[in-house]
């Protein structure tokens, strides 16, 4: 099995990864809706939320884990090797040129998929609180990519971190948007 996870990763890397990542989204809103059916409402459990299945699926294996797969692809050749410099380089781009694009790319996206008459509304309002979110747990888990994962395994430990990221993104979406909360462009 080992050696067929292997071969699939060398062979179909942007499919592997796809499927890979994807699965962590999946994986991440179906935890998030079994906890409300069975701590937060369960006298009333609502069914699970299929289609917002299938959309964390469109995200995770279409979206997302393409981005990253060429992303890293291209940070790891311009920005080579493991000394401070280049892990600092590395960890500004990432969060600072990546992960705002990813973010604006998930709501506007989860937004057109849910068929919201505005699409940027909840981006406008989610956007901030989610990239401080995004600062405190991708910091310290990049830093930990650049240092000790091979390139090879960079989408797989990025999506295994994802699940555990995905969770809190999966709760910030889920919180309604309020009128009272100031929208981006009021900051």
């Known amino acids: 099995m080992a050696s067929f996870i292997k071969s699939a990763f060398t062979r179909y890397p942007v499919i592997s990864n796809a499927v890979v990542y994807g699965t962590m989204c999946v994986g991440a809103e ?15 459990p609502p069914p699970y939320d299929i289609a917002s299945l299938g959309r964390y699926a469109v995200v995770g294996t279409c979206i997302n884990s393409n981005l990253l797969y060429f992303w890293y692809k291209w940070l790891d050749k311009n920005f080579s090797g493991t000394a401070k410099k280049t892990i600092v380089k590395k960890l500004l781009l990432d969060q600072f040129a990546m992960t705002p694009n990813l973010l604006i790319i998930f709501y506007i996206s989860m937004s057109i998929m849910e068929g919201k008459q505005d699409i940027f509304e909840e981006c406008k309002q989610k956007f901030i609180p989610t990239f401080k979110s995004s600062c405190g747990f991708w910091l310290p888990a990049q830093t930990i990519n650049f240092l000790l994962v091979p390139p090879a395994a960079r989408v797989v430990y990025v999506g295994t971190c994802s699940f555990l990221w995905l969770n809190i993104l999966c709760l910030l979406k889920s919180e309604k948007v309020s009128e009272d909360t100031p929208a981006l462009e009021n900051l």
């Open 30 to 44: 179906f935890t998030q809706q079994t906890f409300k059916r069975n701590y937060v409402e369960k006298t009333n």
